[in-house]
């Protein structure tokens, strides 16, 4: 085993801000506009229901979901998805600075370590990649063809 093998784990997204991008594309690839419940979106995924709906709610109060009442309700985007910036999503999901989180235990370097700055310009640069990206974006191509094949299976 190569020494570079495990980089693939180092930036590693949670699986709530996961679960948030996939509700957030699921919703994007609706053409109709019709609300979708997060159970359902939850199935189609393959996923935890009880996940999917404390990521709604999390969505729900950021303001890029919105959830309609009633027997044919459910949830549906309240931003165009072209201007949901992935970077976005994930920072408000993930929470910035969250890379480097100093205040968690003692730490002798506290104040004085230039490793925390490293790390926050390296996060920086993460999101704002992320950023180059709306969840529109993301909906193309071969990601549509397969959410497509999700929407309609049984």
Not at 10 to 20: E, H, Q, W
Not at 87 to 95: F, I, L, Q, R, S
Not at 113 to 137: V, W
Request: one cysteine or more; charged letters at 25%; a positive charge.
């Amino acid at each position: 085993m190569s020494q570079l093998d495990h980089l693939g784990t180092l930036v590693r997204l949670s699986l709530y801000t996961d679960f948030s991008l996939r509700l957030l594309v699921y919703l994007a690839g609706i053409r109709d506009g019709k609300p979708v419940s997060a159970a359902k979106i939850a199935e189609r995924y393959n996923v935890s229901a009880h996940h999917m709906h404390k990521v709604a709610q999390g969505l729900r109060k950021l303001g890029y979901v919105d959830s309609v009442s009633g027997r044919y309700g459910g949830l549906k985007l309240a931003v165009p998805a072209n201007t949901l910036r992935v970077g976005d999503v994930v920072a408000a999901m993930e929470g910035v600075g969250a890379m480097a989180d100093c205040k968690r235990g003692p730490c002798p370097l506290h104040g004085g370590c230039a490793l925390k700055g490293a790390l926050d310009r390296a996060e920086q640069s993460f999101l704002d990649e992320l950023r180059k990206y709306t969840i529109a974006d993301v909906l193309r191509g071969p990601t549509l063809v397969r959410l497509e094949h999700i929407m309609r299976a049984a």
